[in-house]
């Protein structure tokens, strides 16, 4: 999975990106809240780990401007805030979960592991666009500035996986799948 980790502490930090890159996930880092929010609202991210207290735009309000610009990724709130109150405030913000400071790694990543599993909100979407290419998945038809563009099936399928892996590496064998 591609995870976007929102983590201001570097040892923290630095222990997340570790565990999670050993256990086969690629994760990209960001230190602060107007970072995130931009990375979050323009990368392809299956989940994200967000700090709530980050410099900038504090994660609380970071995970309000994602899911108010309509995305939809799942989010784990991972912070030293604990109180009851603090964690209803996060999860009614948008956080799919919240574990508190100090955790243990294996939570972590079982908790990243099963919101990996629910059906992305991206994928339930019937209409892909990325720059100016949009693909009606419903329709089965794709518009370039408006103009239409006529595809064979095949590359109907091929430019499908492209546009859903925006932003990522799309190697042969997943295209052969």
Known sequence: MRL??????????DYIVRGLTEA???CDLLRNGHDA????????????????????LDGLSMIK?????GVRTPTIFLTSV????????????GGDDYLVKPF???????????LGRRPAAQEQKTVLRVADLEMDLIMRRVTRRGQPIDLQ?????LLEVLMRGEGRVITRTMLLE
């Open 153 to 157: 099936p095949r590359e109907f399928s």
């Open 65 to 69: 401007a994602v899911r108010a610009a």
């Open 4 to 13: 976007l980790l929102v983590e201001d502490d570097h040892r923290t930090a």
């Open 104 to 114: 243990a790694f294996s939570e972590l990543l079982a908790r990243i592991n099963a």
């Open 37 to 56: 929010l931009f990375a979050a609202t323009r990368g392809n991210y299956d989940v994200i780990v967000a700090d709530r207290m980050i410099p900038g």
């Open 82 to 93: 604990g109180g009851i109150d603090d964690r209803v405030e996060g999860l009614e913000a």
């Open 24 to 26: 086969g996930h690629v």
